[in-house]
């Protein structure tokens, strides 16, 4: 079976380390996240870069273990140029998209706005014309993306970890499932596939998470395997070792669902709720289909 992780930031300091070049800094976090990845039986991963730099040396020297997905600012006035130079030059095999923030706008109106307004319209648009999928951000609010995919029907695109409020980001919600109707309702839609990421997060219970199961069962009943993506985004919920995660501080704390990469992966590869061949699809053949990476054996 291989395996294929959904979704990785830097694993590695984020920080300035004196005395060394940018070079042994960018080195550094890419044998962290291979030694990670190595450590728990990852064949690849797809990165959502902070530092584009980085990403663009790692992917170039391990085109086998790691691919970009870039990210994109929809009102960007160069957006056409930057789609067709990441596909050109085969930098990206994606691009991820804010779609909605739930902080910045919690009841969706101004998402809905934006989309209404046609601000997505000239990135997604060429999307289309290069055959680009686009990962979705919306936390919270998912029914901005079934927007979206109705009004861009030759898109892919994909929700991002099942557009649901996780632990450390932000505190647990007393039902962490209960925008699953509407996300149920997306699936309904072909050209959109979900991103199982953080679940263990979800879990009032230690590995392995057997109270997620039945809203998880729902999830990928809706889109079927075909369309379902497993990803870990492990570097938001454990921080990483001796270093302070600048970027997610919550991460380091004790909070519910606080798991490890090796039970970010083994609750799913491990399970007897899943058939060996919904497992092989889900944990590598989804995503290998959807960005045509790593080249199918």
């Given at each position: 079976m291989k395996i294929v992780d959904g979704q990785h930031h830097e694993l590695g300091p984020r920080l300035d380390w004196e005395g060394q070049s940018a070079e042994v800094q960018r080195m550094v976090l890419t044998e962290l996240l291979l030694g990670w990845m190595d450590a728990v039986g990852v064949?690849?991963?797809l990165v959502n870069p902070l530092d584009d730099a980085w990403a663009a040396d790692a992917?170039?020297?391990?085109?086998?273990r790691l691919a970009c997905v870039a990210s994109?600012?929809?009102?960007?006035p160069d957006v056409e140029q930057r789609i067709a130079q990441l596909r050109e030059a085969s930098t990206a095999?994606?691009?991820?998209?804010?779609c909605h923030a739930a902080r910045q706008d919690p009841t969706g109106q101004r998402s809905r706005e934006r989309v209404e307004g046609g601000v997505f319209d000239r990135l997604f648009q060429s999307c289309r014309e290069h055959d680009m999928p686009v990962f979705c951000s919306a936390y919270g609010y998912v029914g901005i993306i079934g927007e979206i995919a109705k009004r861009h029907p030759e898109v892919r695109f994909v929700v991002d970890h099942m557009a649901i409020q996780q632990p450390p980001t932000w505190p647990a919600d007393d039902d962490p499932w209960r925008s699953l109707p509407e996300l149920q309702s997306v699936a309904s839609l072909p050209n959109t596939l979900v991103k199982i990421t953080g679940v263990p997060s979800l879990s009032r219970e230690s590995y392995p998470y057997r109270d997620i199961w039945e809203p998880l069962h729902r999830v990928i009943d809706a889109f079927q395997p075909a369309r379902t993506i497993w990803a870990s985004d492990i570097g938001r919920f454990v921080g990483r070792i001796g270093w302070s995660n600048t970027l997610f501080p919550q991460g380091q704390k004790d909070y519910q669902g606080k798991h490890s990469y090796a039970e970010s992966l083994l609750y799913l590869r491990e399970t007897d709720e899943l058939s060996e061949a919904d497992k092989q699809q889900i944990l590598g053949g989804t995503v290998t289909?959807?960005?045509g990476w790593p080249t199918p054996a």
């Amino acid at each position: 079976m291989k395996i294929v992780d959904g979704q990785h930031h830097e694993l590695g300091p984020r920080l300035d380390w004196e005395g060394q070049s940018a070079e042994v800094q960018r080195m550094v976090l890419t044998e962290l996240l291979l030694g990670w990845m190595d450590a728990v039986g990852v064949d690849a991963a797809l990165v959502n870069p902070l530092d584009d730099a980085w990403a663009a040396d790692a992917t170039a020297k391990h085109t086998d273990r790691l691919a970009c997905v870039a990210s994109v600012k929809p009102d960007d006035p160069d957006v056409e140029q930057r789609i067709a130079q990441l596909r050109e030059a085969s930098t990206a095999v994606a691009v991820r998209v804010q779609c909605h923030a739930a902080r910045q706008d919690p009841t969706g109106q101004r998402s809905r706005e934006r989309v209404e307004g046609g601000v997505f319209d000239r990135l997604f648009q060429s999307c289309r014309e290069h055959d680009m999928p686009v990962f979705c951000s919306a936390y919270g609010y998912v029914g901005i993306i079934g927007e979206i995919a109705k009004r861009h029907p030759e898109v892919r695109f994909v929700v991002d970890h099942m557009a649901i409020q996780q632990p450390p980001t932000w505190p647990a919600d007393d039902d962490p499932w209960r925008s699953l109707p509407e996300l149920q309702s997306v699936a309904s839609l072909p050209n959109t596939l979900v991103k199982i990421t953080g679940v263990p997060s979800l879990s009032r219970e230690s590995y392995p998470y057997r109270d997620i199961w039945e809203p998880l069962h729902r999830v990928i009943d809706a889109f079927q395997p075909a369309r379902t993506i497993w990803a870990s985004d492990i570097g938001r919920f454990v921080g990483r070792i001796g270093w302070s995660n600048t970027l997610f501080p919550q991460g380091q704390k004790d909070y519910q669902g606080k798991h490890s990469y090796a039970e970010s992966l083994l609750y799913l590869r491990e399970t007897d709720e899943l058939s060996e061949a919904d497992k092989q699809q889900i944990l590598g053949g989804t995503v290998t289909e959807l960005v045509g990476w790593p080249t199918p054996a």
